[in-house]
């Protein structure tokens, strides 16, 4: 069985940090592409960063480039996604995903079955 749970999330000032976690479990990350998306209140779920398993690529949204950085730590089974320099704008609640899916870019909420419960990020301005 797939499992992910996700945590580090919690509120921040605005230019401040949050390691965000996700423990997996019932897969290899050499199978399965892994990417973390977020929602914020009323608006859609959104693909913030990604790798692709088939080649190890990584993707970032435009608004977190230069200051988000996603890895893996294949020991621990866990990803993480380093969040710096944080702004109001990232306020959400912050998920990751995964899948067999091949990834050509950020890829969309329906390319993956497997979610985890979410961890909330609030950043005060």
């Known amino acids: 069985e797939v499992q992910l749970v996700e945590s580090g999330g919690g509120l921040v000032q605005a230019g401040g940090s949050l390691n965000l976690s996700c423990t997996v479990s019932g897969f290899t990350f050499d199978d399965y592409s892994i990417a973390w998306f977020r929602q914020a209140p009323g608006k859609k779920r959104q693909g913030v960063s990604c790798i692709n398993s088939y080649d190890g690529s990584i993707y970032y949204a435009e608004s977190v480039k230069g200051r988000f950085t996603i890895s893996i730590d294949n020991a621990k089974n866990t990803v993480y996604l380093q969040m710096n320099s944080l702004k109001p704008e990232d306020t959400a609640v912050y998920y990751c995903?995964?899948?067999?899916?091949?990834?050509?870019?950020?890829?969309?909420?329906?390319?993956?079955?497997?979610w985890g419960q979410g961890t909330q990020v609030t950043v005060s301005s």
């Open positions: 995903a995964a899948d067999r899916v091949f990834l050509k870019n950020l890829g969309y909420a329906a390319d993956f079955n497997s």
